[in-house]
């Protein structure tokens, strides 16, 4: 790459917060015309780099560089304006609008009282989404529209705003694996016209696929820049963690048990009548992992949701829902949960933190009727604090507890393993809902969460796992269940589920077409 031209150059860039050094004297070229990935563990600073680079952020030190000459960004729109935009893995979009508004918006080219000239603005977004790939309705309303459609949108909001470099924030998670493709190609395309693309992400397979370029950070360092070409999966892991990593989940043989979770003939009908789940047949056993692959929107949340009691009674339900014979559809979470029911929801932020507690309140949520945590009318502090030391040692997550710090101060895979300790250290569990455990967790993260989770089937718990990596439903499960358009398509069993995890061979594919 020293023959390619530098577009971005960042020179001992660090950035505190208090005490905590999220980046250490970074120092980083990114070259025209590339994709260029960033990868680490959650926590190694790649967001707050980011950040820097779209100007959301101000470094305590070192200076950014466009084209040789400095440059400080004080808001995103002068990182805009300069040629660098940023895609977050949380879209920023305005639903009742369309996409062609979306895309405009803040950037309209026109005076206050002059009408925008729709027809010619329309026109524009639609060559520039068919020159890479993109093609969207322009006036279509961005409620209407998939996901991976959504993802389109904010990455043309960055090219109509003549971006030159593009940076991408987990942009495959929440996309079906034809989106990704689809997602990848379209970067080619933008590096091929000679713009560069940054791309964060912890997916190793896809750094090796997609990008030219790999830098990793860990614990706010850079620890090395190489040609991705140079690159292995072992290596890049090795580099990350700063240690050896068991890229295949251990998952010894078991022999299941009696029927745990029965889910016979279940239909769901939204509010407004939209048909989410069809005649849904499953059984997850004592012991077993029972796999849900699909893309998302094939009634993956409607599930989790009935399963959960926490869905619209305004919608309309058919079927049956039971716990070891017991019917659950008139219950409330509470209710379920003393049922012997433990959840780690979708969206950890929005269902199951609060932000803004601390990290032992968040740990005491949902268990707070636990005796063990009781003293007198109020709670036993002293024992909450040995159950939040605990879980930071098993479930190896990293912050200090000296002053009891909120939990949005934990990057995210750590939140999701305290989800996970706080779920899977109550009392007698006997059907534990996972809902992407992994999403957005780092390379050394994911071995743990999978080693509990393992652990915790073989303990006797039955497990329900939706998730949309095939890879890890692969890994983890005893049975498949492939859930298309609200149904269960095809189910393989636990002797295919094996063979396929042995051989290798094109296993995920097989899933593929009946999840798509």
């Known amino acids: 790459m020293a023959s390619l031209k530098t577009l971005v150059r960042l020179n001992g860039i660090s950035r505190s917060f208090g005490t905590f050094l999220a980046n ?240 016979e003939k279940l239909e769901y009908r939204t509010p407004d009548g939209r048909q989410k789940l069809r005649g849904l047949d499953l059984k997850v056993r004592a012991g077993e992992i029972y796999g849900i692959a699909g893309v998302e929107g094939n009634g993956q949340s409607e599930l989790l949701s009935l399963l959960w009691g926490s869905w619209d009674r305004h919608g309309r339900v058919a079927g049956k829902i039971s716990i070891e014979g017991v019917p659950i559809l008139d219950r409330n979470p509470a209710e379920i949960a003393d049922m012997g029911v433990s959840m780690i929801p979708e969206d950890r932020l929005e269902s199951a933190v609060v932000p803004e507690f601390s990290i032992e309140d968040n740990l005491l949520f949902g268990r707070h009727r636990e005796k063990a945590f009781h003293r007198g009318l109020g709670f036993d502090r002293e024992k909450l604090r040995k159950a939040t030391g605990k879980a930071i040692a098993d479930y190896d997550i990293r912050f200090s507890l000296k002053d009891n710090p909120p939990i949005s101060s934990l990057s995210g895979g750590n939140q999701q393993k305290l989800v996970l300790a706080r779920e899977l250290e109550r009392p007698d569990i006997r059907l534990l809902v996972l809902a992407q455990p992994t999403r957005g967790v780092d390379i050394g993260a994911i071995e743990l969460i999978h080693r509990r989770i393992v652990e915790a089937r073989v303990r006797g718990i039955a497990i329900l796992l939706v998730s949309s990596e095939l890879e890890e439903i692969i890994a983890l499960s005893t049975r498949i269940g492939c859930l298309f358009e609200g149904a269960i398509r095809h189910e393989f069993s636990e002797e295919e589920v094996r063979n396929g995890r042995i051989s290798e061979s094109g296993f995920e594919k097989e899933i593929g077409l009946y999840i798509t």
């Open 24 to 263: 250490d004297k970074v120092s980083l070229a990114i070259h025209e015309g590339t994709i260029h990935a960033l990868v680490g563990e959650n926590g190694a600073g790649k967001s707050t780099l980011s950040n820097i680079m779209y100007g959301l952020l101000r470094p305590d030190s070192g200076t950014i560089e466009l084209d040789g000459h400095k440059v400080s960004f004080g808001s995103p729109r002068q990182a805009i304006k300069a040629g660098i935009g940023m895609v977050h893995q949380h879209f920023m979009l305005i639903p009742t609008l369309t996409v062609a508004e979306n895309i405009v918006l803040g950037d309209e080219r026109s005076s206050l009282f002059t009408p925008l000239p729709r027809r010619r603005i329309e026109k524009e977004i639609l060559e520039l989404s068919r020159r890479h790939g993109m093609e969207v309705d322009p006036g279509a309303p961005v409620s209407s529209l998939s996901v991976g459609e959504q993802q389109r949108v904010e990455i043309l909001k960055v090219l109509y705003r003549n971006a030159r470099l593009l940076i991408l924030d987990e942009p495959t998670a929440v996309l079906s694996p034809p989106e990704t493709e689809q997602l990848f190609r379209s970067l080619r395309s933008l590096a091929n016209e000679g713009r560069s693309v940054m791309l964060v992400t912890h997916k190793l397979d896809e750094v090796l696929e997609v990008s030219d370029e790999v830098s990793v950070m860990r614990k706010g360092r850079l620890i090395g820049t190489l040609s991705t070409s140079e690159a292995t999966r072992e290596s890049l892991a090795r580099m990350m963690v700063g240690r050896d990593v068991l890229l295949r989940t251990d998952n010894p043989p078991q022999q299941p048990g009696k029927t745990v979770l029965s889910i």
